[in-house]
């Protein structure tokens, strides 16, 4: 029988912490996937959804971007997958009496995670102006109010579309062209806190900004590095890809400032085997300093050039530019700089060279531990002129592998949720429909934050997501959303958002991956693009939460035509009636996608083409790929400070907290834990178990602190301390952020520690 929502508060948050594990998955990730599946969903509602979750005729995971190999096994989900389908199909219900019962103020004491247990929003509802609570509204009301709104600006620019990765591609594009149809570019994503470093490093150097690998290519590698990322817990799929390149005698490096348990030892709970000896597959950890990734990859880029025979020099001929200059920049690469930088020694360094080396297929992975960097651009493309000097770009097992988060953030990119579209992209699209988009660059997250805040941006509208929680500088953005004249949010469950509001708000429930959904043309389905850019169909089976639900797509299109009215040529209606009428629009606009519904109906869907990739083709500003010579980077750290990233527990899929655990760190019934390395621990006076206060510096000498933290001696690299978001995000400076890309500094914060206090 599922259970009850937690209904006290504040869910005591009182951390215990025990030796942590050496190996993801296996039993005790079936154990936990079934309990908490069971919680939300009980027995009969379990089975119908996981046994469908990721298969070809079912509906795709709302957790994370990790593609499905061609062959489906009965179960194809992780533990995180199967607590993000529980969390969306619970049968938990938050009704208009729940809000007559909980006035905003009263949300805003209650943490994420009690919030997120109270399960599916079953009616639209607002909150007037002056008004402490939230109350029911038709949606035809719901929709005359943003447009009042949206029509009283002064400017289109004045109005935010942020978007985040779970929204299918469908409700993506027809957002994006509602937003340019309606006169701005503001079309702020997720992305830009996450993989945009990655894209613009990409974008720049192989003229894509996407992966250039298949899973096949995974399991072909001889050589993976994971840089930056936890897979076992944010990606837990990717071990079992692991393992089998690694049962085929491939090398495996990981490059961190956490040991990882996931990368220590996969226990696949597919397989006896797995589930009960497992597979090692880290052959070399390299326990790296925060931020000392360049540095590591400038450095092999130096011995690579100094090893015979080394460098791939037909390809370096044929396929790049820029080689000279770079060579230059590499050779002149030092030790001690290096050594220091990584904090890692010569001995683990030359093992790692030596791998590169004995590789002939190499891919590098990442994540956010490369993005979230004030150099992080740099960095990535440091890591490509690193697969481009022995030609690891465009052949199978080879190649650039950024592990996106979202489920399609990468999809939504592609349908043009971009605030700095290209021209070519704005073409096509005011060819096909008609209209005469605006060509100035509009506001990424970071810059709607700044808008908000100088009362330059009024309305704020919001595909999904939790924007207030998933941000910097807490105190900044929370003050900056109260200054807004409407908030909406399209949700399927209760988020801080909810309770951090403009003047006026509105929450807009909305369908999930897992309901059914049916229009006036029929049954529905939806298309995701998956991290190595295959795009497949997304069809839920449950009864949807509510009657009173829209789809993300209706939501577009009647928004569309409430505020675009008769003055809009475009047909909004045909778009909800059948989204299959979508599709047909975006294989005239969108490169890749012609022909969209025909191949949409193949069982698992089609590959989107990739020219470096495919051709080893570089459609750069110089038709190859580019080799570049940045200085090199590294965050310094003034004496008696840290530095902090900000990170996922194993219980939380980006603000969505499932629970307070974070088992393979040994971490049980609490969130606010700084994990510091115990010899940082002695020298700064920070005892295990006591408690603490943390205090960010930045250069504006605004004092940014996070209160009562317990102290958890970790081994973590030295002068390196961690601690989750979203409870530490008040710490992260909203104009600490990457060159180039904007995307916030999260894993790179100086912190000092205050009033440390034995409880
Ligand atoms: S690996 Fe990601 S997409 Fe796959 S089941 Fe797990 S959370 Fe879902």
Request: charged residues 20%; neutral net charge; glycine residues 8%.
């Amino acid at each position: 029988m599922a259970t009850k929502p937690p209904t006290g508060d504040p869910v005591q948050d009182a951390p215990q912490v025990e030796p942590a594990p050496h190996a993801a998955a296996g039993l005790p990730a079936v154990a936990h996937s079934l309990r908490i599946a069971q919680q939300q969903m009980g027995v009969r509602r379990t089975a119908q959804t996981l046994l469908k979750v990721n298969q070809k005729n079912g509906f795709d995971c709302p957790g994370c971007a990790w593609p499905e190999g061609d062959k489906r096994h009965t179960a194809e989900f992780c533990e995180n997958g199967a607590k993000a389908v529980a969390e969306e199909a619970t049968l938990r219900r938050v009704t208009p009496g729940f809000f007559a019962a909980h006035p905003v103020a009263d949300l805003a004491e209650r943490s994420g995670y009690w919030l997120g247990q109270q399960g599916r929003i079953t009616h639209p509802v607002y909150l007037p102006e002056g008004a402490d609570r939230y109350e029911a509204v038709t949606w035809e009301r719901a929709f005359a109010i943003i447009a009042e709104e949206l029509t009283a600006l002064g400017s289109p620019d004045e109005a935010l579309f942020y978007t985040s990765g779970r929204t299918s591609n469908e409700a993506a594009f027809l957002l994006q062209l509602f937003a340019r149809e309606f006169g701005t570019n503001n079309l702020p994503d997720c992305s830009n806190m996450c993989h945009e470093s990655s894209g613009s490093a990409l974008t720049e150097t192989i003229g894509i900004g996407k992966g250039s690998v298949s899973l096949e290519d995974l399991h072909q590698a001889d050589l993976i590095i994971v840089a930056g990322q936890n897979p076992g817990t944010n990606h837990p799929r990717m071990l079992a890809a692991l393992e089998k390149a690694k049962t085929s005698g491939a090398k495996i490096i990981s490059v961190n400032p956490l040991p990882e348990a996931g990368m220590e030892r996969f226990k696949n709970p597919q397989t006896p085997q797995g589930m009960l000896k497992g597979t090692a597959l880290n052959d070399l950890f390299l326990q790296i300093r925060i931020g000392g990734d360049q540095a590591l990859f400038r450095l092999l880029n130096k011995l690579i050039l100094a090893a015979e025979g080394a460098v791939d020099t037909a390809f370096v001929a044929e396929h790049t530019h820029g080689y000279e200059e770079f060579a230059q920049a590499a050779e002149a690469a030092d030790w001690d700089e290096t050594l220091t930088a990584t904090g890692l020694t010569r001995a683990e360094i030359e093992q790692a060279l030596a791998l590169v080396l004995a590789s002939k297929r190499t891919i590098v992975c990442w994540a956010m531990g490369l993005t979230q960097h004030k150099h992080s651009v740099p960095t990535i493309r440091e890591i490509v002129n690193f697969l481009l000097l022995r030609g690891n770009i465009g052949r199978p097992g080879a190649g650039v592998c950024p592990v996106r988060g979202h489920s399609n953030v990468q999809g939504d990119r592609t349908m043009g949720i971009f605030e700095r579209p290209a021209p070519a992209f704005l073409d096509a699209l005011d060819k096909e429909f008609g209209i005469t988009s605006p060509r100035h660059h509009g506001l990424d997250v970071v810059r709607s934050i700044q808008a908000l805040r100088d009362g330059e941006a009024k309305v704020f509208f919001a595909m999904g997501g939790n924007f207030v929680a998933a941000t910097p500088d807490t105190a900044v953005t929370e003050a900056a959303m109260r200054r807004a004249r409407l908030t909406v949010h399209v949700s399927t469950k209760l988020n801080r958002s909810h309770a951090v509001t403009g003047t006026r708000a509105l929450i807009l429930p909305t369908l999930g991956r897992t309901d059914k959904d049916v229009q006036a043309g029929g049954k529905q389905f939806v298309t995701v693009e998956d991290s190595m850019g295959m795009v497949h169909a997304s069809r839920g089976n449950l009864t949807p939460a509510s009657p009173h639900l829209l789809s993300e797509p209706a939501i577009v299109a009647r928004l569309a035509r409430a505020v675009l009215g008769t003055g809009s040529r475009t047909d909004w209606e045909a778009f909800e009636r059948d989204y299959a009428t979508i599709r047909d629009r975006i294989s005239r606009v969108v490169p890749g996608f012609e022909d969209f519904n025909t191949r949409i109906a193949r069982p698992g869907g089609f590959t989107l083409p990739h020219a470096p990739r495919d051709e080893r083709r570089f459609p750069t500003a110089t038709g190859r790929a580019n080799f570049t010579a940045a200085p090199v980077e590294y965050p310094g750290l003034p004496d008696g400070r840290l530095l902090l990233q900000t990170l996922r527990s194993h219980d939380q899929y980006n603000t969505t907290i499932y629970g307070l655990d974070d088992r393979y760190r040994g971490i049980k019934g609490g969130r606010r834990i700084v994990m510091v390395n115990p010899e940082d621990a002695a020298a700064l006076g920070l005892t295990d178990g006591a408690y603490t206060d943390l205090v960010s510096e930045w250069k504006d000498g605004v004092e940014r602190r996070a209160d009562g933290f317990r102290i958890v001696h970790y081994p973590t690299a030295r002068g390196c301390a961690a601690a989750y978001y979203p409870e530490t995000n008040v710490l992260v400076p909203l104009d600490s952020t990457a060159d180039t890309s904007n995307t916030p500094a999260s894993k790179s914060v100086v912190i000092r520690f205050e009033n440390t206090r034995s409880v």
